[in-house]
């Protein structure tokens, strides 16, 4: 892959963040803009569309999580800025995160576990979401559950590639 497809995916992405971050519901039109942009400049726009049917195991994760308040947010549902970083993550992980994908599985869940609550973390530092739990509660139980679940959608994107191998 081109080099600089995989640093305009990540720029893509971590603006998607940030807009996410400091915007939230404000962000959605710019957020859809970014992703567009970085569906139109993948080399593997089929795999990645295949993968976005992933989508529903990411948004069980966060209803699951904001259910059971590990996770709260303003609003009785997830908010779409979560839903639309979800979307532009998932657009990573043919991409600027594809290492991810050639691990064992083992070790990607075991990153998953260590990095991703530190995202939750920093916005909950910032009011962006909260979590009743103490840091290290949530840090536990939340990784796991995302690396669960992460780990999944990796595994259905391997299908997804051979699908897309296959025709």
Known sequence: MIMWRLATNFILFQSCWWAAFFWQNDALPMMAALIVMMLALSDKRKQDI????????????????AQFALLQFEGAWIPWWLVLLWVSLLLTINHSLRFITRLPLWQCFVLCWVCAPFSYLGAARFDVLSTPLPWWQFYLVYGLLWASAFTVIIVINRLAGRVEDNT
């Open 50 to 65: 295949l993968l976005l049917a992933s989508l529903p195991i990411a948004l069980l994760l966060e209803t699951s999580a």
